[in-house]
């Protein structure tokens, strides 16, 4: 299983940007999808998340401003994010709790990681 992320940029203050994540390879059904960051000097922080019947959650820097959405014929998560501050400046991963076969375990994959750089 692979996730591919795009969409990162560099945008000012203000503006908005439009994550996607793929996933492909073997995959049998996709529980949690989810977006995390990582700033420079700071630890990957969950920004958000979507279970597959689709409920959400955000991280309350982001409430208000962000939306997380899936599409499961797809296999993509996408992070709208609107509004954007100096402080959502961060390298975006996406998640996926992937069950690939019916006999295999959940796991846990990550995608490469997109930039985003908001110039204030």
């Known amino acids: 299983v692979q996730l591919q992320a795009s969409g990162g940029g560099l945008v000012q203050a203000g503006g908005s940007l439009r994550l996607s994540c793929a996933a492909s390879g073997t995959i049998t059904s996709i529980k949690n999808m989810s977006w995390y960051r990582q700033a420079p000097g700071k630890q990957r922080e969950l920004v958000a998340i979507?279970?597959?019947?689709?409920?959400?959650n955000y991280a309350d820097s982001v409430k208000g401003r962000f939306t997380i959405s899936r599409d499961n014929a797809k296999n993509t998560v996408y992070l709208q994010m609107n509004s954007l501050k100096p402080e959502d400046t961060a390298v975006y991963y996406c998640n996926a709790v992937v069950k690939p076969t019916i006999w295999a375990r959940t796991k846990d994959y990550w995608g490469q990681g997109t930039l985003v750089t908001v110039s204030s």
């Open positions: 979507m279970t597959s019947d689709g409920s959400t």
